[in-house]
């Protein structure tokens, strides 16, 4: 007579194997930390056996995308877009306190909401992955655990060569964990470069584990994809070697058929993350039609700072009614199609199809009970075979889950968690979160700290003199420029767009975003630049009409004016765009940049010469002084007709 160490009698089993078998009254035989017999357990006895009291027992759900340890930051900044959110909150953040023992926090309070709801497995991807992977084995949950890579400094790795040194070294250590299969997860490819999503796709094939990455999310990528290499992102990363390994992509929310085809001829699996993708407002993946295509399609919530919880009950419905909503059609992704996402699809989409998933004998003992007698899933039909799906999607809630357990091991009886200690969790979690007010709460205090916060500012103790004025004619200037007493070093002509932002506190200064397109002499465009600079209202002297200025901070403008307008949140804007000419010049042995420029907005007429240099003693500012003074009667402008103050000014 075989044996087993524990039978689960009289349960109504939902398997979800490939021929969606349901054993109403069935029974589950667990030896070790897999399954030896499923729904007809025959003549095996059990060192133990538990009565599951007519219960739904399914295996455990797959969470196919998350951050778990981004638990920490949930709720931290909600209701802004995409860049503003990740750009301008969640990376300064999390260059500021993510370390090992943030991630472990995080991390042990996400698996305690996800076996709490009844996941068993999850792919995630954050920094200090490895602390990702031994919080999430303590708790004894199955995870694909991917070590982020980047082209930009992160937490845990100030180059790109060392994020890949990190998630190489990881992938060696943990690579025959039973509950944890490491992995290279290259942020995205707009994040990343060609260079290492290559890297990344040899780390995965030569030690022959999934990669996890984030594709076609936004449109705005896509779009930026096609203008800047001419074709969409999958293709792109096609061409770059990625899907050599299995690939694990989240979102694809902007995607083609042929798009598709290329993924499921890959063997890729894709993370269909519903709210996060709602809430962020990157529209609705083509679920069904990717599922059409034979593609593997698991379900995810993403991380906890944009959904905000790990609910797969809530993401699983959703899916079905986005399909559904979306097409008109409402027999689109009915209910059982909807659950194997979250089971079967999802294990497979992560790279764990042979371990987990469904309840089959050789798979491993993941599985979960959930109660169906719960008042809002009162009364049930048997009439339906498919009745059980749309009990268990339409109107079961994650905290119908009363029992979880993992590679055989329990993880919750009766609601009672067995591996996790969630009161001292929520303790350190209180405490991070304190620490991570108090940070922002300084941050916006001052427009320049805001500024340093997403990178790339640099300070520039620069002292500078410099007049504004008006002139009659730009013949005279193009003259005084032509003559002898002139040393043309540099010629440049551009158009300039200017915005400036104004805050309430005008000690804040001025932030300016300047967009400059550079022009050759027939006036076509031959590059662009962006940058920020923000200028401090203070005037440091005055020699006459020249002004001495100092304190500019500078920083290239990686990001859209949109982006700036909804992070700085300017209580005033004020546009200005004019035609620039600039020279490098040397006049009586010193190097001055005269500008002349010509507005078309604010549409103020005729010209405006600028002329100035950088200078460093008050005894070289006055000297320079005297000298612009007198450069600005060879450029034919009159000292009475200078402005007071920038061009702004005049706006
Ligand atoms: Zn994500």
Not at 388 to 394: D, N, P
Request: with cysteine; net charge negative; proline share 5%.
């Amino acid at each position: 007579m075989p044996t087993c160490d524990l039978l689960l009698t009289n349960a109504l089993v939902v398997t979800m194997d490939g021929s969606f078998t349901v054993h109403p009254g069935g029974a589950v035989a667990v030896t070790g930390d897999s399954l030896v017999a499923v729904g007809d357990v025959g003549s095996f006895t059990a060192r133990e056996t538990f009565d599951c009291g007519g219960r739904v027992l399914m295996p455990g759900l797959v969470n196919a995308h998350t951050h778990v340890a981004m638990s920490l930051l949930r709720g931290l900044a909600d209701d802004l877009r995409l860049d503003v959110w990740l750009m301008g909150y969640m990376m300064p953040v999390e260059r500021e306190f993510v370390s090992p023992d943030f991630v472990r926090v995080g991390t042990g309070l996400a698996c305690a909401e996800m076996i709490r709801s009844g996941v068993t497995a999850f792919a995630d991807m954050y920094y200090f992955e490895e602390a990702v992977a031994e919080a999430t084995a303590a708790a004894g949950l199955r995870a694909l655990c991917g070590q982020t890579v980047l082209k930009f400094p992160a937490p845990d790795a100030p180059s790109y060569e060392d994020s890949l040194a990190r998630a190489r070294d990881f992938i060696v250590r943990w690579k025959d964990h039973p509950l944890i299969v490491p992995a290279p997860a290259p942020h995205a490819p707009y994040t990343c470069t060609a260079e290492i999503l290559r890297a990344c796709a040899d780390l995965a094939v030569e030690f022959d584990v999934p990669i996890h990455t984030h594709l076609s999310e936004t449109l705005l990528e896509v779009e930026q994809w096609r203008k800047t290499h001419g074709m969409p992102v999958i293709p792109w990363v096609k061409k770059q070697g990625l899907f050599d390994a299995h690939v694990l992509a989240a979102h694809c929310v902007h995607v083609d058929l042929g798009e598709m085809r290329t993924m499921k001829n890959a063997g890729a699996g894709v993370a269909h993350n519903p709210s996060s993708n709602l809430k962020l407002g990157s529209g609705v993946a083509p679920v069904t039609t990717m599922l059409d295509v034979g593609l593997d399609v698991g379900i995810g919530t993403d991380g906890p700072a944009s959904n905000n919880d790990l609910d797969m009950f809530e993401e699983v419905r959703l899916a079905a009614l986005l399909a559904k909503g979306f097409s008109g059609d409402p027999t689109a992704l009915p209910a059982r199609h909807a659950l194997v996402m979250a089971t079967r699809l999802g294990a497979s989409a992560i790279g764990l199809g042979s371990l987990t998933g469904a309840l089959e004998v050789g798979r491993r003992a993941d599985l979960i009970l959930l109660d169906v007698d719960a008042v809002h899933n009162t009364p049930a039909f048997t009439r339906d075979p498919d009745a059980v799906y749309s009990r268990i999607v339409y109107a079961a809630k994650s905290s119908d889950v009363t029992d979880v357990m993992c590679n055989g091991r329990w993880l919750m009886r009766d609601r009672r968690l067995l591996t996790i200690d969630e009161a001292a969790l929520a303790r350190e979690a209180a405490d991070y979160a304190r620490r991570i007010d108090a940070f922002l709460i300084t941050r916006e205090e001052s427009v320049l700290k805001k500024l340093v916060a997403i990178g790339g500012a640099v300070e520039e103790e620069s002292f500078e003199v410099q007049v504004k004025a008006r002139v009659a004619s730009a013949d005279a200037v193009l003259a005084a420029i032509a003559s002898d007493d002139v040393t043309v070093i540099r010629a440049a002509r551009y158009h300039q767009y200017d915005t400036y932002f104004f805050f309430d506190d005008p000690s804040q200064g001025r932030l300016r975003f300047r967009e400059d397109e550079f022009l050759d002499e027939k006036g076509e465009v031959t590059g662009v630049r962006a940058r920020l600079t923000l200028t401090g209202e203070s005037r440091e002297g005055e020699f006459g009409r020249v002004l001495l200025f100092r304190s500019r901070y500078l920083a290239p403008a990686t990001h859209s004016l949109r982006f700036y307008r909804e992070y700085f949140k300017p209580t005033a804007e004020r546009a200005v765009e004019k035609e620039r000419r600039r020279w490098l010049v040397a006049y009586r042995g010193v190097e001055f940049y005269v500008h002349l420029d010509r507005l078309a907005q604010p549409p103020v007429g005729g010209y405006f010469v600028e002329v100035k240099s950088r200078t460093w003693s008050r005894r070289d500012a006055r000297d320079k002084a005297a000298i612009i003074a007198d450069l600005l009667g060879h450029l034919g402008a009159h000292p009475d007709d200078t402005l007071p103050d920038g061009y702004v000014d005049l706006a």
